[in-house]
T-cell receptor, first 110, second 118 residues
């Protein structure tokens, strides 16, 4: 049973607009979440993380929001750029290793 | 560049052959992880080391798989008697001993090693 779920396999947005990628988790014991970006044939690259003691963390164009009661987090990218086109993985830290969702493929069109 | 490096990047092998992948972590990192990723899936945890000690192994790591980190630096992942279902990207990652819940310390991945079993 998947503990980290990314229910949208793909998302397409226009350059300059906001991209919102969603992630749900089932285990209320998870207390730290990370987002990774992955280009084809490369390893995942760390983007941003959030601890469960916060509900928001911002780094430049990237903001992650955490709603603990809903067991939901989202990654906002504003403004979206064509170079942001990649697969985005949500991950939860569990006992020292990461549990990943299946990813969402983001396409940013010029 | 002192990131996580993996070798080889690509390997094509015949079913039944053995393959070995090598990972060199970021130098000051004492935790090293192996993950596997197949098409349409997120990376799946296989095993991790704290220095030279293998602390956890996933049920995905069958008896045909063995990982070592003999001196607490580089690691190898060997797959014996490969099967077509082993075709995947094998990802190595490293971190400091404990992933502190701040953005300054996280798990960093290598470029991955693609395995194709024909």
């Amino acid at each position: 049973d998947q503990q980290v779920k990314q229910n949208s396999p793909s998302l397409s947005v226009q350059e300059g607009r906001i991209s919102i990628l969603n992630c749900d988790y089932t285990n209320s014991m998870f207390d730290y979440f990370l987002w990774y970006k992955k280009y084809p044939a490369e390893g995942p690259t760390f983007l941003i993380s959030i601890s469960s003691i916060k509900d928001k963390n911002e780094d430049g164009r990237f903001t992650v929001f955490l709603n603990k009661s809903a067991k939901h987090l989202s990654l906002h990218i504003v403004p979206s750029q064509p170079g942001d086109s990649a697969v985005y993985f949500c991950a939860a830290l569990s006992q020292g290793n990461l549990i990943f969702g299946k990813g969402t493929k983001l396409s940013v069109k010029p | 560049d002192t990131g996580v490096s993996q070798d080889p990047r690509h390997k094509i092998t015949k079913r039944g052959q053995n393959v070995t992948f090598r990972c060199d972590p970021i130098s000051e990192h004492n935790r090293l992880y192996w993950y596997r990723q197949t098409l349409g899936q997120g990376p799946e945890f296989l095993t991790y080391f704290q220095n030279e000690a293998q602390l956890e192994k996933s049920r995905l790591l069958s008896d045909r798989f063995s990982a070592e980190r003999p001196k607490g630096s580089f690691s190898t992942l060997e797959i014996q008697r490969t099967e077509q279902g082993d075709s995947a990207m094998y990802l190595c990652a490293s971190s400091l001993r404990q992933v502190v819940r701040t953005s300054g310390n996280t798990i960093y991945f290598g470029e991955g090693s693609w395995l194709t079993v024909v």
